[in-house]
């Protein structure tokens, strides 16, 4: 009887266990579903959140300004890749009409605003401090580290790279045009056609000119400034102005095509900004540099999506795809240029080479080993930050905006108005 029992007990047991390890088994499988399942439910939500995002962009000019063009193509091209709702205002002046534009746009249900010029800067903050629950993000900027609001942001991106690289692909036209007798060494001349004296801009034109240089060692360079960020026809003057003065390659930072049609005009070789000007100008376009402002669209786009805090200043490079080459343009360049430019890049992304490499330069002929910049914008513009330590100057690492001011040895600005 006891063994009978026994039998009986093993059996009730075994199936207790069985019955047990069933139940478990349908347990896990259960939190499986339901971890899928929430999984799905949160994957749902963000893109509920994506969808109900609006963008509103405010830009100084429009598709006729190769600058706001660029702006405009990222923005569609980031926006519509991204499924997002978007507003586009043009031809917003650096002045009152940007806070209206921007107060509009708020009012109108978008969640972000982003506007594309340095003037803009003190309208887009005035916004900011109204509008609190709206985030405003700014290019070119320089406040938004020092003004300490949650929902204002400055972004830019390290186009001197960029520049440094187009700079190559005129030195070595340059060295063609010795090579070929064209010109002597001593006169390897370039002319920049700039906007204003903004350290912006000097950034700019310095780094051009050292790509140029450390290719073309005889080469120098005259600058004459517009005062406007786009006006065809005081480019086109300025471009003029200097081939007339003995430049024979010219390149710009400013924003229409006079410049780029002048040289057409007279043959000179061009180096552009901003996107390819090839279809106008087929004999003298060689290539442009550009920052391509998808990446940051599309980084605003994953912040709010993911409730994630957008950067005081951020700046994109070379390895984010945010500085960018146009094709070289055979036809116009030097044999080997896109050979050259392509290890220049993978130098500058690996660290062997600075741009701003203070061995490369000289100011009022000394080399530097110490400058205090105006990182820390005020309205006395102050120097206030270190800025030249491990050999080299570094731009945009301290705030996103440029800030490399320096008046280097070799480049001559013709007038300072501006």
């Given amino acids: 009887m006891k063994r009978v029992a026994s039998i009986l007990l093993v059996l ?20 499986e579903n339901a971890d899928k399942n929430t999984q799905t439910d949160s994957q749902q939500e963000d893109s509920s959140k994506k969808d109900d995002l609006k963008i509103g962009f405010i830009f100084l000019h429009d598709e006729n300004s190769t600058y706001d063009k660029n702006f405009l193509d990222a923005a569609v091209a980031a926006c519509e890749e991204e499924g997002v709702e978007y507003v586009l205002k043009t031809n917003i002046p650096e002045g009152q009409e940007c806070y209206e534009a921007a107060a509009d746009l708020a009012d109108s249900g978008c969640q972000m605003v982003f506007a594309d010029s340095f003037g803009h800067e003190s309208y887009m903050i005035q916004a900011a401090k109204e509008f609190t629950d709206v985030q405003f993000c700014h290019a070119t900027g320089t406040m938004a580290h ?6 204002y942001h400055n972004a830019f991106a390290s186009i001197y790279q960029g520049r440094y690289l187009a ?151 070379l390895s984010t795809g945010s500085v960018v080459l146009t094709d070289v343009n055979e036809q116009a360049a030097a044999e080997g240029t896109a050979d050259a430019i392509a290890e220049a890049t993978k130098a500058l992304e690996d660290g062997t080479t600075h741009v701003f490499a203070t061995d490369t330069f000289t100011v ?51 007038n300072e108005k501006f």
């Fill in 364 to 414: 009022d002929r000394a080399a530097l080993d110490s400058y205090m910049a105006d990182v820390d914008t005020d309205d006395n513009y102050t120097p206030d930050t270190e800025v030249i330590s491990d050999g080299y100057f570094h731009e945009s690492e301290m705030r996103s905006a440029p800030y490399f001011d320096l008046r280097i040895d070799g480049i001559t600005t013709l």
């Fill in 167 to 317: 700079g190559i692909a005129a030195g070595m036209k340059l060295n063609e045009m010795i090579a070929d007798g064209t010109i002597t060494a001593d006169k390897a001349k370039i002319g920049y056609v700039g906007a204003y004296t903004y350290a912006e801009v000097i950034s700019g034109y310095t780094s051009f000119f050292l790509g140029a240089r450390s290719v073309c060692p005889t080469a120098t360079m005259d600058v004459q400034f517009t005062g406007s960020w786009y006006d065809e026809t005081a480019e086109k003057e300025a471009a003029t102005l200097l081939i007339n003065n003995g430049c024979v390659l010219i390149s710009q930072h400013a924003d229409s095509m006079g410049a780029p049609t002048a040289c057409e005009a007279a043959g000179v070789p061009d180096v552009s900004y901003n996107g390819s000007t090839v279809e106008s100008c087929p004999n003298t376009f060689i290539v442009s540099s550009r920052i391509d402002w998808t990446p940051y669209f599309k980084y605003m786009i994953e912040c709010y999506e993911n409730d994630e805090e957008i950067a005081d200043d951020w700046c994109g490079d």
């Fill in 12 to 31: 009730a047991l075994a199936f207790t266990m069985c019955f047990s390890l069933s139940a478990c088994g349908k347990d896990e499988k259960a939190d």
């Fill in 146 to 151: 020092t003004e300490g609001l949650d929902n």
